[in-house]
T-cell receptor
């Protein structure tokens, strides 16, 4: 079946540091890949997406590239802010006829001033 | 544009009580899902629907029922509440299988 593996957190950084959150996946076919962000007390929001190999999704300074050869979709940001503190989820859907999206466990990011 | 609306936002129940968590979306999305989120467990799928009149079980369906009589609404029923069902519940919708999901703000449920 499908699976998504994210690095465990929490990830703790100082403001303006470089961020990488690793995400690798296992899936049949050609799934779409997503990063969602969850701020405290809120639901998940789509951060960015990529629908085919080599696509780069980007939003609010975050980027992730769909790497089919390494089955990865790592999230990066060049300079994090305190307001980026949240939980980040990697996910996939549209794979092998399954109607069920697959989520990673989530990675908590804490950014200190 | 309201998106996905969940009610209530908070609820406290006693063991054995029943209740319905409401979910409505105004985006004409075909796919809808219910998740529960517990510390250290990520998101777990309870039930999902791929269209009006069609529902199926997810990873943790026991103790919950759903129905989908309209495209807009997807209520989740707790039949006889148990303390193990204390959690945060999220409803989500999407237009097609490979599209991103839109989430509600959640219902925080405590079972005493």
């Amino acid at each position: 079946g499908n699976s998504v593996t994210q690095m465990e957190g929490p990830v703790t950084l100082s403001e303006e540091a470089f961020l990488t959150i690793n995400c690798t996946y296992t899936a049949t076919g050609y799934p779409s890949l997503f990063w969602y962000v969850q701020y405290p007390g809120e639901g998940l929001q789509l951060l960015l997406k990529a629908t085919k190999a080599d696509d780069k999704g980007s939003n609010k300074g975050f980027e992730a590239t769909y790497r089919k050869e390494t089955t990865s979709f790592h999230l990066e940001k060049g300079s994090v802010q305190v307001s980026d503190s949240a939980v980040y989820f990697c996910a996939l859907s549209g794979s092998g006829g399954s109607y069920i999206p697959t989520f990673g466990r989530g990675t908590s990011l804490i950014v200190h001033p | 544009n309201a998106g996905v609306t969940q009610t209530p936002k908070f609820q406290v129940l006693k063991t054995g009580q029943s209740m319905t968590l409401q979910c409505a979306q105004d985006m004409n999305h075909e796919y809808m899902s219910w998740y529960r989120q517990d510390p250290g467990m990520g998101l777990r799928l309870i039930h999902y629907s791929v269209g009006a009149g069609i529902t199926d079980q997810g990873e943790v369906p026991n103790g919950y029922n759903v129905s989908r009589s309209t495209t807009e609404d997807f209520p989740l029923r707790l039949l006889s509440a148990a303390p193990s069902q204390t959690s945060v519940y999220f409803c989500a919708s999407r237009q097609r299988d490979n599209q991103p999901q839109h989430f509600g703000d959640g219902t925080r449920l405590s079972i005493l």
